[in-house]
């Protein structure tokens, strides 16, 4: 079973930067379609950014496009999300996911970020 651990969260600025860290063990990666996501107080869970599973055809949600990449290190087994221009609407926990199928079924316990004004 594939376990995740996100770090590199933290205090920062309005347009400062961040890259998070999702490290993968159990099991290769390869073989899952990743991406992470957030959650605000008060609000649901958004979509933030992914990996097509079969390439490196990259998406991201409109709120942070142009802001952020997603990047991964498949010899590390890890996957980063760069967040650069960050802004207090951008305060939330960050959880990175995986899946095989068409749901994101596991789960890191998140990485809080904090963007002060």
């Known amino acids: 079973q594939l376990q995740l651990v996100e770090s590199g969260g933290g205090l920062v600025q309005s347009g400062g930067s961040l890259r998070l860290s999702c490290a993968a063990s159990?099991?290769?990666?390869?073989?899952?379609?990743l991406a992470w996501f957030r959650q605000a107080p008060g609000k649901e869970r958004e979509f933030v950014a992914r990996?097509?599973?079969?390439?490196?055809?990259?998406y991201y949600a409109d709120s942070v496009k142009g802001r952020f990449a997603i990047s991964r290190d498949t010899a590390e087994n890890t996957v980063y999300l760069q967040m650069n221009s960050l802004k207090p609407e951008d305060t939330a926990i960050y959880f990175c996911?995986?899946?095989?199928?068409?749901?994101?079924?596991?789960w890191g316990q998140g990485t809080q970020v904090t963007v002060s004004s």
């Open positions: 996911a995986a899946r095989t199928g068409t749901v994101y079924d596991i």
């Open positions: 159990g099991r290769t990666f390869s073989s899952y379609a």
């Open positions: 990996f097509s599973r079969r390439s490196d055809i990259t």
